[in-house]
């Protein structure tokens, strides 16, 4: 019987993904920064992502997905997807070099630097529904109505591509033991199993959620699809009310835990690494230190990571939340 790991990119599919992903830009960084390693308490590295031409780790999917797309001969008359922001700026990104037309379906009152930042890249974007589930449906029907195709948010080119974060990250640290990982969709965390798995690393992974958007870790536990109602209102890029059935199934077979974490503690993810690192995070971009931060299981001896995978908050969200002092980022 096949398990759905075993449709997982190899690291056959990886090289070439990463081939494709370094024609664009270089391998980012992963460093070790001293402060940040004093208020973890261990041997801690980040990988930054949030360094990518985008702003994000979405946008090496995007660039794997349109040349897959673009080698299949299919012809493309337009790309339709929905998103929160750096999936839309990924297929945005991408499809500017084959000048093909592309529309973004945003939830009503998405951040509006990424959507300002999606216009920007060439991308028509349309504000429909009240999350985005909503807007997903509605990408689905202007798919239909226009002719073009519809890029989902999850799919196994999408996996490969973004997957190369994990690939350079396992590569540059084969003594890394725990890996904190944010599930919004579930492509981030799919591509760093494909990694661990292609490159036969010992590395824990630990898959984030927000508490207010908690559809993951309840599916995990239930065994099976479990819809909730999203109220996060700092994490937007884990702001997911279905789970994908393709990403819950590797993510069930792989047997990952799941940590939630909450909007305060992402907030206080978001100070720590301004005051230690001065790099910006988006809420999601925080999750995995936030997780790591409350994790009572963590051994202090343990080498720990996690992806900082985007740094595109909005400039009053950022502002509000370094505003807000709290005893932990202050007496850093």
């Not at 001969?73 to 592309?102: D, E, K, M």
């Not at 990694?195 to 010992?202: D, E, M, S, Y």
């Amino acid at each position: 019987m096949t398990s759905p790991l075993d449709g997982l990119p190899d690291l056959k599919a990886l090289r070439a993904a990463q081939q494709l992903v370094h024609a664009n830009f270089g391998p980012t960084a992963q460093y070790r920064w001293p402060l940040l390693e004093e208020r973890v308490g261990s041997v801690c590295w980040v990988k930054h992502e949030n360094h990518t031409p985008v702003g994000a780790f979405k946008v090496r999917g995007g660039l794997v997905y349109l040349e897959r797309l673009h080698q299949s001969g299919v012809a493309v008359p337009g790309l339709v997807s929905a998103t929160r922001g750096n999936h839309g700026q990924s297929i945005a990104y991408a499809a500017a070099r084959y000048g093909i037309r592309v529309a973004i379906v945003v939830p009503q009152g998405n951040s509006r630097e990424k959507n300002a930042a999606m216009r920007a890249l060439g991308a028509e974007v349309l504000e429909v529904g009240e999350d985005f589930q909503a807007s997903v449906e509605a990408a689905v029907e202007i798919a239909a109505q226009r002719g073009w195709i519809r890029v989902p948010s999850f799919h196994l080119d999408l996996v490969a591509g973004v997957g190369t974060w994990a690939l350079e990250l396992l590569e540059a640290v084969p003594t890394l033991d725990r890996l904190y990982v944010p599930v919004g969709l579930g492509s981030g965390v799919c591509g760093a199993i494909a990694a661990k798995r292609a490159l036969q690393h010992a590395v824990e992974i630990i898959g984030v959620v927000s508490a207010g958007a908690p559809a993951y870790a309840l599916s995990v536990a239930a065994g099976r699809s479990v819809s909730h109602a999203v109220t996060t209102q700092l994490a937007d890029g884990m702001a997911c009310r279905t789970p994908d059935a393709s990403a819950l199934a590797i993510i069930s077979a792989a047997a990952i835990p799941i940590q939630a974490v909450t909007d305060e503690q992402v907030a206080d993810a978001m100070r720590v690494l301004f005051a230690t690192t001065h790099n910006a995070a988006e809420g999601a971009g925080a999750a995995g230190l936030a997780a790591m931060l409350a994790d009572t299981t963590r051994r202090s001896e343990a080498c720990v990571a996690f992806v900082l995978c985007g740094g595109n908050v909005d400039r009053d969200v950022f502002s509000h939340v370094l505003g807000v002092s709290d005893q932990t980022s202050s007496s850093l």
